[in-house]
Nanobody, 121 residues
Framework: QVQLVESGGGLVQPGGSLRLSCAAS????????MGWYRQAPGKQRELVAR???????NYADSVKGRFTISRDNAKNTLYLQMNTLKPEDTAVYFC???????????????WGQGTQVTVSS
C-alpha cells in the first residue's frame, strides 16, 4: 500500500525552527524522488524543496538558506529542517513521492495528508 505520513508540524515563534518528518512505504522511497509542498490559505500549492534518489536537492527561492531537505534511505524517511521561520511560512506542508521528468521538472505522484505549520508570536 502506498503511504506517506507526515509529522512534526506545530506552532512556532518567528525566528524559530521545526523539523518535519515523512515516513514513506519502501516502494515509494526507493524508486522515487521526494519533495515537500506547502499551501497557505488562499494561495496556490507550491513546491518548497525536492531531493532525488542520489540526493541532489533544489529549493524554492523563498526558502533557500533556511530550509534543508534530506532523506534517510535506511529508515525510508524524508525530512525538512526549517530554520529562521517567518510568518509567511505558515501553511499546510505535504510530503510527496514522484519522479524527475523532462527538463528536470519534479512530478509528484503520491501525497501525504499534510501537517500544519503556524509561525506566529
Amino acid at each position: 500500500q502506498v503511504q506517506l505520513v507526515e509529522s512534526g508540524g506545530g506552532l512556532v515563534q518567528p525566528g524559530g525552527s521545526l523539523r518535519l518528518s515523512c515516513a514513506a512505504s519502501g516502494s515509494i522511497f526507493r524508486a522515487n524522488a521526494m519533495g515537500w509542498y506547502r499551501q497557505a490559505p488562499g494561495k496556490q500549492r507550491e513546491l518548497v524543496a525536492r531531493i532525488t534518489g542520489p540526493g541532489t536537492t533544489n529549493y524554492a527561492d523563498s526558502v533557500k538558506g533556511r530550509f534543508t531537505i534530506s532523506r534517510d534511505n535506511a529508515k525510508n524517511t524524508l525530512y525538512l529542517q526549517m530554520n529562521t521561520l517567518k510568518p509567511e511560512d505558515t501553511a499546510v506542508y505535504f510530503c510527496t513521492g514522484g519522479r524527475i521528468g523532462y527538463g528536470s521538472i519534479y512530478y509528484p505522484e503520491y501525497w501525504g495528508q499534510g501537517t500544519q505549520v503556524t509561525v506566529s508570536s
